[in-house]
């Protein structure tokens, strides 16, 4: 299958620039939902729209060569190729304003094969809050989309990600990894009906227009509430998902006026700062003479300010409460788990077979430039001789004798040099290479 990128293998051939002729240094780090708290994942996510400057800061500075930065509510991952990973991890703390140290105990780092294989899980939804979930692989690819218009993805992580979106199609069909799948949008309303009675009695709100969004309109709107709102940054946004569901929009302006009229709010933007402050839910509260207001905030940075979990009759779920409810279902899943880690395993096998015959590509380039420098040198010589009247024959046995003292000078004058095992070793290798039959 082919890449579902915007760019093809050619295009990471022509940025083969950043591959100098160094081994290849492949490295992941970050934290997860697994690692660390939502207060700690919030301090280094990334806005979508400063995603891109980040990339070109990580690379323009040399802390790597090529880079792609994943980014969600559960989840902060950089994939490099870098030749010193630690500076990669300097960087991130320098870029978020953060002590190295704060960040270490919740950091995981991922050397070569390992990075591999954790692309690979990610992808398949193995790493997810939710076992399968398939929301994930959506992200990878726009992820890999920014890199490739910041232009700062290479040949090796061109290769990395072409393979992790191959193993990821194959672990969801050909695996139940994806089957009795509670997502996080279902487990929001089923807190809702813990709340409230019946959905259809409610108002519900949407803050925000984004993908999670659509997903929690479609679980919501099969509950049939009395009305649905979506508010968003832009009201072009906000109507166009309003309008699949005879909703109505507004901009996040109207919130303080509109926030009251709401039972239900569900929200996930990709804002910096938080949208609902606690004196606007106090005074909507107020207006509702303090009717229970259900808030399901799935944004990192969190779109809710931490002390609106404070006030009495507000019922507030980060993205880290859901876990226990998308757990439903997960038994089911396990069985498939074990399937999906033996191809995972056949892929990361391939890939790093792949990236070892990288590794040799230095010497092979070298190797044929040294070849031919003599070539150049012999022909050079030989078109002397004939411009000097020597005869065709005599010239070319000149020149193929030339040629064979030059390829064979070196390895013969190693094999000289060499002692106990280290000859015996080397007089093994050049009969493998050259072919040579073994002596009696």
């Known amino acids: 299958m082919a890449l579902p990128l915007r760019s093809d293998y050619n295009r990471a051939c022509h940025i083969a620039r950043f591959l100098p002729n160094t081994t290849m240094q492949l490295f992941a780090f970050g934290l997860n939902h697994q690692t660390a708290p939502l207060a700690v994942r919030e301090q280094v996510a990334f806005g979508m729209d400063r995603i891109e400057i980040a990339l070109r800061d990580l690379v323009g500075n040399g802390a790597a060569k090529e880079a792609t930065i994943l980014s969600t509510c559960n989840r902060m991952e950089l994939y490099c190729n870098a030749a010193k990973p630690e500076h990669a991890i300097d960087w991130l703390a320098g870029y978020h304003n953060l002590p190295r140290k704060d960040l270490e105990p919740y950091l995981y780092s991922l050397p070569r094969e390992q990075a591999v294989k954790h692309s690979f899980r990610v992808a398949s939804g193995l790493d ?74 409610q108002n519900v709100l949407f803050v925000g227009a984004g993908e999670m969004m659509e997903l929690n309109a479609v679980y919501f709107a099969a509950r049939n509430p009395k009305r649905i709102t979506v508010a968003n940054r832009t009201l072009e946004r906000a109507q166009t998902l309003a309008r699949q569901y005879n909703g109505s929009a507004i901009t996040l302006s109207d919130l303080p006026e509109q926030l009251a009229q709401h039972d239900i709010i569900v929200t996930c933007t990709a804002s910096q700062l938080p949208i609902l402050g606690k004196g606007m839910v106090e005074r909507a509260l107020k207006m509702r003479r303090h009717k229970p207001l259900f808030i399901v905030d799935l944004a990192v940075p969190r779109d809710v300010e931490t002390e609106v979990a404070e006030l009495n009759d507000v019922f507030l779920y980060t993205v880290d409460d859901i876990a226990d409810v998308v757990k439903d279902g997960l038994e089911a899943r396990q069985g498939a788990v074990k399937e999906a880690e033996v191809i995972i395993d056949s892929g990361v096998s391939n890939f790093m077979h792949w990236m070892e015959s990288r590794d040799v590509v230095p010497t092979i380039r070298a190797l044929r430039e040294q070849a031919e420098t003599s070539r150049q040198q012999e022909l050079e010589k030989a078109m002397r001789l004939l411009a000097r009247g020597e005869s065709p024959e005599k010239v070319l046995e000149v020149m193929s004798r030339g040629l064979i003292n030059k390829f064979l000078h070196a390895p013969t004058h190693a094999l000289n040099q060499a002692h106990g095992n280290d000859r015996d070793s080397f007089v093994d290798t050049v009969r493998r290479l050259h072919h040579l039959q073994s002596e009696e």
């Open 128 to 201: 997810s809050m939710v076992l399968g979930e398939p929301q994930i692989l959506g992200q990878m690819k726009q992820a890999v989309r920014q890199a490739e218009q910041a232009g700062t993805m290479g040949i090796l992580l061109h290769k990395l990600f072409q393979n992790t979106f191959s193993v990821a199609k194959q672990v969801r069909t050909e695996t139940e990894i994806g089957a009795n799948l509670v997502s996080m949008a279902a487990a929001a309303v089923k807190l809702a009906e813990r709340i409230f009675t019946s959905i259809a009695d």
